[in-house]
């Protein structure tokens, strides 16, 4: 599929597009054991992984999103998202969104098939509502017509659209676009988000989601340079260069034990999750 700049400005999203084989799909899903604790945030695991950061950095997603946002371009936020069999992530924006530009970019990795359907509503990007308000005006936003009735309301060009992506296959949608997903399968489907702006931004870490009353932490979030230079010096951006992969056997084979370890712990700790929090 091309990416049309004039497109998806209009219409808030673009892709799929075909981006990982199974085989890298499965080395990037392996940070997702990297201890949580070491990061700043959520959505921060490129502060500790030189594999998010290499591929979050890949030219197939540059290329497309340097028309969006200019050559100067921080990655801000990734986050690996396990979703369980029969859940559902209803209606909503990212609303750190609300606060700067930016696009994000989501990723399938594991589980993918017609079951776990990704919606999206187009034209949603430029209006000025989004679902978390209107679910305090009584609307269900986990009905899809629901929703794009409220949407249609403000822009009739809105449309619903679906999509069933393989693994290694990625989206592009603008910050403010109106999503949701679901995994109606038996098993669970792993993805990852990464998301980006221009260096023009102030990014900030929330310290909740209530878009009425959002708190932002006094901590900066740590920032990758992934295209371009940081003029503005608004952000706690890293060194790009220190995240260089290793491709050598030692390496490869003490990456290798380090992600076994914190596999092991991550699945008896979520064992032991199982037992004793019911
Ligand atoms: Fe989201």
Redesign the pocket.
Known sequence: MQFEINKFNEEGFAGPFEFLNIKNCNKLLNEKYLPKQNFGWTKSIHEKSSKVVNFASSEIILEKIKNILGSDILLWGSCFIEQKPGNQ?SW???LEYKQWDGV?IWVGLKNLNNNTPLSIISHSHNINSFPQALKDKNVNIQNDEDVLFEAKKIDPRCELKTFYLKPGEFIIWSGKIW?KTNNQSKKNRESI?LQYCSTDNVVKIPVNYDYKNMKWSDNKPACILVSGKDKKKFNNVLDKSKFKTKENFFFETLKFFEVQYYKSRYILSSIYRKIFTK
């Open positions: 992530h909503h924006i990212d994000t999503h988000i």
